[in-house]
């Protein structure tokens, strides 16, 4: 690790994205290897997004190790010893697990699809060209839902670390850090704003779609992140060109408000507290050990549920349809059948050890 703090921070950032590009490249790997027909069938797309989820708690937990140190490094700046014990594993969301985010892409694949009842293709190899073009349009949605889930989980997974390091050593302020070197377009308005905000570490930092802003504690003696962010925003501000467009950005009304899953959101719009059908979205809670064993039991029930459908296609050779957890699902025979049911079986496995269940 880099001598100078700054520096080594960098170098932590550039890890992150590493990490977030690893998981995303070995994620789509996977949503890649399935045929056309895979994309419609339940028993394929759950046994992918259960394979997937392994690898994003393994993602998650890197995360937080990723955050730990960077909160480490950004405690000695202002001047704090690291304490305080920090959990390997919380799941990112609530109200949902990480299994149902996993097969997202899936769902957003069908959701673009049904626009087209026309196209179906049984393989790729027979595509035409108007049918390659609309499937790699759904392709390129499924894969920018997977992105997005990603930078969201991984960021949250590492900042939720660091904060609860500071709590662990005392510190009860921070702040958020732009980085606009991390973002091809730079830093977005909202967090240009925000950067100037100071927030309790009771509390999440408030997140927008694909921000890559960290944490940085704040004592009554150091504000090591004021410093770092006020050399960003002065070349900012110059950018922008001219009193009109800088006191533009300086001017941007933010509006903190918490989405259901992800918690406090940066938006500028007021966020749609409701369904579309008026149902309200439900409360949002920080997640802690008792939601991630929450979630670690109904994803537990959910494999449970599914392997004895994997085993009623298998046996019958026909297709299975049944309703769980409010949703209809579609098990139909495969060549890749077989496969999906041995990721589902692993799966099984795994959150039965994580439970502490017996074999």
Request: proline share 5%; hydrophobic share 40%; glycine share 6%.
């Amino acid at each position: 690790m880099a001598a100078d703090p700054t520096q080594a921070l960098t170098v932590l950032e550039q890890q992150r994205q590493l990490l977030v590009d690893e998981f995303i490249r070995r994620a789509w790997n996977m949503w890649k290897s399935l045929d056309p027909a895979d994309w419609w069938n339940d028993a394929i797309t759950q046994g992918v997004g259960a394979w997937i989820t392994q690898n994003q708690i393994a993602f998650v937990k890197a995360m937080r190790r990723l955050g730990v140190t960077y909160a480490d490094i950004a405690l000695g700046m202002a001047g704090v010893n690291a304490e305080g014990q920090v959990p390997e594993y919380i799941v990112t969301r609530a109200n949902t697990d990480p299994w149902a985010v996993s097969v997202r892409p899936s769902d957003e694949y069908r959701h673009i699809a049904v626009r087209n009842p026309d196209i179906r293709p049984e393989a790729w190899g027979r595509l035409d060209e108007a049918a390659g073009n609309a499937v790699n349009i759904w392709l390129d949605t499924a894969l920018n839902r997977l992105t997005d889930n990603a930078n969201t989980d991984g960021q949250i997974a590492m900042n939720s670390a660091a904060t609860k390091r500071f709590q662990g050593s005392g510190i009860r302020k921070y702040r958020r850090i732009i980085h606009p070197e991390l973002s091809k377009t730079g830093t977005c308005g909202l967090c240009v704003v925000a950067a100037n905000n100071v927030y309790g570490t009771a509390d999440l930092l408030p997140m927008h779609n694909l921000c890559k802003c960290t944490v940085m504690p704040i004592t009554a003696s150091h504000d090591p992140g004021l410093r770092l962010n006020r050399e960003d925003l002065d070349r900012i501000y110059k950018k922008a060109g001219g009193t009109t467009n800088a006191s533009g950005l300086k001017s941007v009304r933010v509006e903190v408000v918490n989405h259901s899953e992800i918690g406090p959101i940066l938006t500028q719009s007021q966020w749609r507290r409701e369904y579309d059908d008026g149902t309200p979205a439900p409360k949002w809670n920080i997640p802690d050990l008792n939601m991630t064993r929450t979630a670690f039991t109904r994803m537990y029930e959910r494999a449970n549920v599914f392997l004895t459908h994997y085993r009623n296609v298998m046996d019958t050779g026909e297709e299975d349809v049944f309703h769980f957890e409010g949703r209809a699902y579609r098990f139909r025979p495969s060549p890749h059948l077989k496969q999906a049911m041995s990721y589902q079986t692993a799966w099984l496995n795994y959150l039965r050890s994580s439970l502490g269940l017996a074999a």
